[in-house]
């Protein structure tokens, strides 16, 4: 079953309605660095806001959602937007601030910008709940189907990265001996950052670290994906693949969202990729890591921070992980010894597969070469 969705479309499907109004949304994204597609989609979810406010039956045409500013004291638009921030939604307050931000922003690059003092909404409060339990970390880990899957909820939970990110991470970020160390790094280039390395994003680079739980199942997720895909590993390979429709591909960030929520709903459990990134920092800040160093773990911008990380400040880093594991590894021996079973389960069941249709492709070519020989003794009697 298909994993539920939150919104009508995604960032992946937003590209044909970008091109079929490319004037006035290029406009506006032409402007910007990274995000596009996210931007581009929260003004397609705008629109369609609209349409169902005003009965079209389809979302308005962003053209002529502009159409609605045409002058100083022309306030269709604000009152539209007002209206939008007051209404009952499917969004959550922080989606419908950045949205509202959004519709600013394209009215602007248009040429018409709207009333700084209207239509505004201020930025939710942040609510203050509790991080993900190691109960309920457990809970997640153990309703995964598979080796990958497990891998992405233990990568989720303790490296820090984000979800565009993680779905971009290649095997050439590791360090070159990561198999033998016990909290390998990974030196992730700004361009697939936050900022894509960009303006005051330039020279950000990400330094994030494997718990020794991570590496195990590391090393199980690629060794099951191998055998079940025929699958030859290289540097330049993504990490995290699809395990089904397209085997070999990089799973997207919009599918890695979707599968992350499926998860956590299978488990019970309240998850989000930023929960975990908040874990890491809780983690790092309560052994004494300075802020600065909490944001180059994380892949944020520091300070005067333009050259390349040096072999020494990875080191020191690290040592700052290290101190952290007893709240970052949260799989008990007897789970990872579960784990491992699951995997050993899985293995024997591929192998009784791989039996079994041997078994039946020899079958077929027994019955072929019999259909073969009744043909041929047939053709011989003159009847066919």
Known sequence: MPAKRKYSITETEIQPWINEHSVCLQNYLNHLNAEKNRLATEIYLYCEWVGQKQDLGKPIEP???????????????????????????????????????????????????????????ERPESKDRPLPSKKNRVALVEACYTPRDR??????????????????????????????????????????????????????????????????????????????????????????????????????????????????????????????????????????????????????????????YSKPAIDQLRGFFVKALSELEFLAKSQVVKANTALQQEKERNVDLMIERQSLKASVAQQATELSGIKRKLQEQGLL
Request: proline content about 5%.
């Open 63 to 121: 053209e002529a959602l502009l159409e609605l500013k045409t002058g100083f004291n022309d306030y269709r638009a604000e009152n539209l937007l007002e209206s939008f921030i007051a209404a009952e939604t499917v969004f959550p307050d922080v989606k419908k601030w950045t949205m509202h931000n959004t519709i600013h922003a394209f009215f602007g690059r248009n040429h018409r910008p709207l009333d700084s003092k209207s239509a505004r909404m």
């Open 151 to 308: 891998a992405l909820i233990v990568y989720s939970c303790s490296t820090a990265i984000a979800r565009e990110t993680m779905a971009k991470l290649q095997w050439c970020y590791f360090e070159d001996d990561w198999e033998k160390q016990e909290t390998p790094s990974l030196n992730i280039p700004g361009s697939i950052l936050k900022g894509h390395g960009k303006g005051k994003y330039r020279g950000t680079r990400q330094i994030a670290f494997l718990t020794p739980e991570a590496k195990q199942l590391t090393f199980e997720y690629r060794d099951w994906y191998s055998k079940t895909f025929n699958h030859r590993w290289v540097s330049e390979d993504f990490v995290f693949l699809n395990d089904k429709g397209a085997p070999g591909e990089p799973i997207t960030p919009d599918s890695l969202s979707e599968h992350i929520w499926t998860l956590s709903k299978r488990a019970g459990i309240s998850f989000g990729i930023h929960d975990g990134r908040d874990i890491v920092q809780t983690a790092l800040e309560s052994v004494g890591c300075p802020q600065n160093w909490v944001k180059k773990i994380k892949g944020r911008k520091c300070s005067g921070e333009e050259r390349p």
